[in-house]
C-alpha cells in the first residue's frame, strides 16, 4: 500500500511541480537589530542542562508557525550548545516579501516547492553539501529529486501536506466533502461568520481554481479572475483570512470550518477530538515543505557548520519522528518510520491513498504570472 502510495506521490512530484514576516528590515543575525527574531524556550524542556555543551553560538531558524515540537531547541542546544532563535512567517510570499525587504541574518528558511525553485532562481540558496549530513540516507528516495531541486542540490525535504477542509464532527451528520461548503454562498451561509481561509494567496486561489475545475497553478487569467470572483461571493461568510491561528479559533469555537493544512488540524484534535480534517472530492492542494540554507550562511564557515549540525539533527531518525507526533504532518524520513505514531500514519488524510494522490495537485511556480494573483489578491483584500 505505501509503496503504491509512493509511486504516485513520484509521479505527482515530477509533473505537478515541472508544470508549474514580518515587513520591516531585520539584521537578525547581527549585533545591532535582533528583533526579528524570538530565542526559543530552551528552558522548559525535560533534558537536563547542568552539564549542557558549551555556547555553541546561535542559528537562525525562519519557519512556519507551529511547525516543530518546542522541546527539540531545548535538546539540541543539550547535545551542541547551539541556540536556536526562532522567527515566524506566514505563507511563502511573506518570507520572500521579508527577504527581498532587506531581511538578513536567518541561516535555515522552510519555503514550500516552488518557492524553493524561486528562490534558487534568485540566488537566495546555498547549495547543499550531502556528504556534512550523516543522515541522508535516512530520506525516502521519492524525495530525493524533486523538479524544484533536482538531486536536493539546496534543499531537504522536511514535511509533506495537503490543503483542504477543518470542521467540527458536533456540526455535521455526514461529514463534509466538497470544496461547495466553504466557496458555495448559500452552503457557507451555514456557518457565516465562522469560516476561515488561509492568509495565503496561492493556497486561497489555490483550492478555488481546483473547485472551479481547473489547474491550481493556472496561469489563465480568466480562470484565475473567475476563481477571485468566487472568493469575493463568500467573502462575507469568512471570520478572516488567517493561517498562524486559524486551529485555535477552531478550538475555542469561535469559528467552525476552515480552509487549512492537514497536520495543523490533526494537532488541534489531539486537543479536541471533535475537530477533523478532509481532502474534498474535487481535490487539493499538495506541498513539500523544505529546509534551506540562506546563501549568506552558505558563505560563513561557522554559521555553515551550525546549519549542518541543526540539519543532521532534524534529519535523525529518533527526531524526525519526534517531530512528526508532535506537528501530524507526513514526513518523507523514511527511517523515521518505526518511530512514527500509527495512528498518523494510517490516516489517510495524513498519507493519502493512491486514488487520493490522483486528486492532488502542486502549486507550481507560475513566474511573472505571480503579479496578476497579487493584484486580484489585493482586490480580495480590498472588498468590503
Ligand atoms: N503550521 C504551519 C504549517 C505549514 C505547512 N506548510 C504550508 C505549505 C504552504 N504551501
Redesign the pocket.
Known sequence: MKKILLSMFMILIMIGVAACGPSDTADVGGETDTSGGEEADTSGGEADTSDAKEDGGTLYFYT????IDPDIYAQFKEETGITVVEDIFG??EDLLAKLQGGATGYDVYVP?DYMVEIMIELDMLAELDQSRLETIGNLDPTFTNPPFDPNMGHCLPY?W?T?GIGYNLEDWDEPPDSWAYIFDPELASNFSGQITMLD?M??VFGSALIYLGYSAGTTDEAELAEARDLVLGIKEHLYSFE??TYEDLMLTGETRMSQG?S??IFAAAVEDENLWYIIPKEGA?M?V?NLCISADAGADPERLDRVYQWLDYLNRADIAAQNTNW?W?ASPNAAAEDGILEEILTEPAIYPDAETMERLEF?GNVGDFTETYSRMWTEIKAAD
Do not use: Q
Not at 64 to 67: C, L, Q, V
Open positions: 512556519w508557525s507551529e511547525y505563507s511563502n514550500s514535511f501536506g490543503t495565503d496561492r493556497e493561517s498562524d493544512w497536520g495543523d492542494v506541498w515543505d506537528v504532518y502549486l
